[in-house]
């Protein structure tokens, strides 16, 4: 199993970065654009489908024995 995979809002949040070195300008360029490529087409994580955590993309449900909480982002943007 994986992790939980949350939507980056500042330089903390971010999921990871990537540092591309190379003396050839055009392979950085080759690079950049292929690592937009994945960005566009989501194709840099495996995600699983977890249904119950998709009733609402804004509302995460925690259980705790007994107990249960929701966490609510109050976010409207997805």
């Known amino acids: 199993p994986g992790s939980f995979v949350d939507y980056t809002i500042d ?3 971010g999921i990871g970065s990537a540092i591309l070195m190379h003396h050839d300008e ?13 960005e566009r087409e989501n194709q840099l994580f495996t995600y699983e ?4 955590l998709m009733k609402s993309a804004s509302v995460k449900y925690i259980s705790a024995g007994e107990e ?6 109050g976010r ?3």
């Open 11 to 13: 330089l903390f949040t």
């Open 26 to 38: 055009e392979v950085l360029k080759a690079d950049v654009r292929r690592i937009r490529e994945m």
């Open 49 to 52: 489908n977890q249904a119950a």
């Open 68 to 73: 249960s909480h929701t966490i609510s982002s």
């Open 76 to 78: 409207t943007d997805f």
